[in-house]
């Protein structure tokens, strides 16, 4: 049984969505996260991952980590589980599975790693267990395992990798696919720098918590950037994000969840022509995002290059 998922970016609103404003995200097809099981000789359920080192059986993994979480869901009695050839529960002991695990996606990058790799094992372990699932049922299985990752994500990451589509989304609302007006370019930058998600979104949630009248108006802001993002996508006038961003951009600062890395390569873009350019995600690191015309594209991954950047990815959006 095999299944992948591809990663993400968002365009605008992070952080901010995490308090009920909008943010619009993109699926990134150029990297992904796959999952393949198949039968083994020896008893038991083994978890191959070797970009994070982990080799182990599913007993020996404690209860809240993500991986084994996630297949918990489907063996929930710890003695049995299902064979995908024999159709049928194996007492432990007569044989196990293994699951192997691997990704382009960097960890910690702002590129919805774990997210992809929760929706890609949820379906592959859905297909094994002959328990199709909705991309609804999928997306909200994901949602619980990046409850793991992040504490109180948006829910932005496993909407986008679920259903592999531009989206425009606002959290406890239901999905919009954003309908893209005219195909536009953008330039991912990697800092290189991992940067776990949860603990800048924990520490906004402390300046939220501090002096909630500042910082709802600033993500008041942050929404309505998205907002009018939006309208100018759907619309096809892509060449007005570039401002928008730039602004998103320096409220994010504002946040304190940008960093000198990122800084320094948004200014790279925007100096090697892009006409905007901010970090995405969750900051202190990973990666940064600059919106240029395809004819500027290698100029601008290039200065991005020279900069600092470790690693830069050119995808359209359409």
């Known amino acids: 049984m095999k299944a992948s998922a591809p990663g993400k970016i968002i365009l605008f609103g992070e952080h901010a969505v995490v308090y009920g404003r909008p943010a619009l995200a993109i699926p990134v097809t150029q990297v992904h996260a796959d999952v393949e099981i198949s039968e083994s000789s020896r008893a038991g359920i083994w978890i191959h991952a070797s970009a994070i080192g982990l ?57 919805g790693s774990g997210a992809a790799v929760s929706v890609a094992m949820i379906r592959a372990l859905s297909s094994m267990v002959h328990r199709p699932l909705s991309d609804d049922q999928v997306s909200a299985m994901a949602y619980e395992i990046e409850k793991l990752h992040h504490g109180t994500p948006s829910g932005i990451d496993n909407t986008v990798v679920t259903y592999a589509k531009p989206v425009y989304f606002i ?20 800092t290189g720098i991992s940067a776990p998600t949860k603990e800048s979104v924990a ?35 892509w060449e007005e994000l570039g401002e928008l961003m730039n602004q998103n951009h320096v409220l994010l600062k504002e946040m304190t969840v940008s960093s000198p890395e990122l800084d320094k390569l948004v200014s790279a873009a925007r100096k090697a022509g892009a006409l905007g350019a901010k970090m995405s995600g969750g900051g202190r690191g990973g990666n940064m995002i600059a919106l240029v015309t395809p004819d500027m594209a290698e100029a601008v991954a290039r200065s991005m290059k020279e900069a600092g950047a470790k690693n830069t990815i050119v995808t359209n959006v359409s």
């Open 203 to 237: 520490d906004v949630r402390k300046l939220w918590e501090a002096d909630k009248t500042k910082w709802e108006k600033v993500f008041d802001e942050v929404g309505e950037i998205a907002k009018k993002a939006k309208e100018k996508i759907e619309s096809g006038r």
């Open 171 to 190: 959290k406890g609302q239901p999905i919009e696919i954003l309908k893209v007006g005219k195909p536009f370019t953008i330039v991912i930058g990697d």
């Open 55 to 111: 080799h182990a059986e599913l007993n020996s993994l404690p209860s809240d980590h993500p991986l084994a979480a996630v297949i918990r869901k489907f063996f929930p009695r710890p003695n049995t589980f299902p064979s995908p050839l024999l159709r049928d529960p194996l007492p432990r002991g007569e044989g196990g599975i293994e699951i192997k695990i691997t990704s382009t996606i960097p960890v910690a990058s702002g590129l």
